[in-house]
């Protein structure tokens, strides 16, 4: 029995949703077809949803994007999806590749049986996704939902289906059964004679392409970096969106955090950029009028900040509703629909391994439409040197562009230029000037870079300024023209000097007992060129320091040292003459060379009767020097002294 995630009761037969609170998310009352009255028809006519799954996530995701106008149902056994489809009632299967697994190739060769009357959706995370194209080339699914996925593109796709699901429906029954207004197909272009294609076809293409990326180049300030925005193929919410030439009105970008964060959350100098995208992709501009789309706007926006987050998130929605329109135009046969979609994907997404697929099944199918139509020889060769004619001028036009961006100091952007402009086959003189031309600049560019965290490190020298602050001392200015340059002329000289006055500045510390302050230096300089000698004996004398400030902390008994010369004190004639006996106890330091420094009285019994006798005579003592891994060390020492009457 199919269960169906409702408020309440999680065991109910399969039902219609009605989630009130998901109007929100519903399409508007502008849509092409209202939704109740519809709804009742696709459920009469058998074009209804059937989930396969039990993911909570996903299940919502497509109950939101079903809103009040499509039936949705949820199963969570292979059995239960079988009983519907023998009954009639299910019309579109979205299968959870999750649930299934490994079985899951079995399942849709299962549902290929019933394919003259249900259409087969995978819903599966993106790594597993790609091994499943060839189910799609082979039609045997209709389309991909890249798991986890956002509303817009669900709904794109859920449309989608729908709208196979009425065609064979129509196909099988005529059509007039279900009394809904039949969706047209999409239009394909006029053709060109079939000649043309192999040649005339892909020239007009690099043409557009051209103007595409020439008017984005100059739609942007001279000095911004104009490299292609890196934009990740879905973003981790991307779906194989449905076909069409369009998204549907009303359906915004979405991404992972698009439904909750809106286009003014971007940066406020791109928010009038990005409002005009969202409207662009909700009238269906997904790539022209040309400058007013909603690809040419993202691009735009990533073009002056690579890094602006809305433009990445929401420019993958268009790219997955690009790749949608490609394959839905090459299982058609439209060759000149698919290839002008996958050179937009290439602008938009040229790393995408899912692009790299899509190319090679429009290779084929142009190579199969090229043996049903070879022109004449002569129609050939007039093609092709009709063909070299515009790539000599392509090449030409992107060469001037390179140089532009060399000319406004823009190396980003002209080396790409420069290697679009070497893929078409331009001259390789001039290339090879455009090169040495690029290599000049960049270098010129380079020293001037460089002279100037030279004389940034030689002020900062003079100022003191050695490791701080961060980002702007002489130390970072040296460092990072040392990974650049490191045998830029003065830069040795420079390091000397930093070297010489960290090292100062680290003894001032040592000296003055700041033991913290110190290892501060001794680090730095341990990082800098030649400084490991330097660093390594301040380190020394710090742990000395310390150390030596230890044993002058506490005093320990002078028998732990051995005594070379004693002086016996004298017995004071007052004490003897009255018969007093008594004790000193003493402290004081042995330096390194063994001698007794700074003697004090610690205690004595009684006081002031022997202190003057003892002191003296400890004072006159000697020790062998103290000694530690090599080095000698002053101590403290205490002792007690007694006075006794024989």
């Not at 009255?578 to 106890?585: A, C, D, F, S």
Request: a negative charge; charged letters at 25%.
């Amino acid at each position: 029995m199919a269960a169906k995630f409702e408020e309440g009761d999680d065991t109910k037969p399969p039902r219609e949703r009605s989630h009130a609170d998901d109007r929100l998310n519903s399409p508007s009352s502008g849509d092409t077809l209202p939704p109740t009255p519809l709804r009742d028809l696709l459920t009469a006519g058998g074009a209804t949803v059937f989930v396969l799954s039990t993911d909570r996530e996903l299940v919502d995701t497509v109950q939101r994007a079903a809103g009040e106008q499509y039936p949705v149902f949820v199963v969570e056994q292979w059995t239960e999806l079988e009983d519907e489809i023998r009954a009639g009632r299910c019309g579109i299967a979205l299968l959870d590749g999750d649930l299934l697994g490994d079985d899951l190739g079995r399942r849709i060769g299962q549902l290929d049986a019933h394919s003259d009357r249900v259409v087969v959706l995978v819903a599966a995370q993106r790594p597993r996704a790609e091994g499943l194209m060839t189910f799609l080339s082979d039609r045997k699914i209709h389309r991909l939902l890249i798991k986890p996925s956002a509303p817009g593109i669900t709904r794109l796709l859920i449309e989608s289906a729908v709208k196979r699901c009425l065609q064979l429906r129509e196909r099988s029954e005529g059509g007039a059964e279900l009394g809904v207004r039949r969706l047209p197909p999409p239009r394909a272009p006029k053709r060109l004679p079939a000649w043309l294609f192999p040649s005339v076809g892909v020239v007009l293409l690099a043409v557009v392409a051209l103007a595409l990326v020439l008017q984005s180049w100059w739609r942007a300030p001279p000095t911004s970096a104009r490299a292609p925005a890196a934009v990740d193929s879905g973003g981790g919410r991307a779906a194989a969106v449905a076909d069409g030439v369009s998204p549907s009105p009303g359906a915004a970008p979405q991404s992972p955090d698009a439904a909750s964060e809106p286009a003014s959350a971007a940066e406020p100098r791109f928010s009038a950029l990005l409002t005009r995208a969202e409207q662009a992709f909700r009238e269906g501009r997904l790539t022209t009028p040309p400058g007013d789309n909603a690809l040419d706007y993202y691009l735009t926006v990533l073009a002056a900040d690579p890094a602006e987050a809305t433009a990445r998130r929401q420019l993958a929605a268009v790219v997955d509703a690009l790749f949608g329109q490609a394959e839905t135009a090459l299982l058609a046969g439209q060759i000149d629909v698919a290839a002008d979609a996958i050179a937009n994907l290439r602008r938009a997404d040229p790393s995408s391994g899912r692009l790299q697929f899509l190319e090679a099944q429009l290779e084929r199918s142009s190579a199969a439409a090229q043996l049903e139509r070879e022109p004449p020889a002569e129609q050939r060769v007039a093609a092709a040197d009709a063909a070299a004619a515009v790539r000599a001028e392509l090449a030409a036009s992107l060469i001037a562009a390179a140089r532009r961006a060399i000319a406004a100091g823009d190396f980003d952007a002209a080396a790409p230029l420069a290697a679009e402009a070497r893929r078409i086959g331009a001259d390789g003189s001039e290339l090879a000037r455009l090169d040495a031309d690029l290599a000049r600049s960049r270098a010129a560019r380079g020293a001037q870079r460089h002279a100037e965290w030279l004389a940034s490190a030689q002020e900062r020298l003079r100022d003191d300024s050695l490791i701080a602050p961060e980002g702007d001392s002489a130390s970072h200015y040296l460092t990072q023209l040392q990974a650049e340059a490191p045998s830029f002329p003065g830069l040795d000289a420079a390091w000397s000097d930093w070297r010489a006055a960290v090292t100062r500045a680290a003894e001032t510390d040592i000296s003055a007992r700041r033991w913290d302050a110190a290892g501060v230096w001794v680090a730095a300089l341990s990082q800098a060129p030649g400084g490991a000698s330097a660093a390594a004996s301040l380190a020394e004398e710090i742990e000395f320091g310390r150390r030596q400030e230890r044993y002058l902390a506490t005093a320990v008994p002078a028998g732990e040292f051995t005594l070379l010369e004693r002086v016996d004190p004298v017995y004071p004639e007052a004490a003897e003459r009255r018969g007093q006996e008594g004790w000193v106890e003493l402290e004081f330091t042995i330096d390194t060379t063994g001698r007794v420094r700074d003697v004090t009285v610690s205690e004595a019994d009684p006081p002031a009767r022997f202190d003057a006798a003892a002191v003296t005579a400890v004072s006159q003592y000697r020790f062998a020097p103290f000694e530690e891994d090599g080095r000698r060390y002053a101590r403290r020492a205490r002792l007690r002294v007694r006075f006794a009457l024989e």
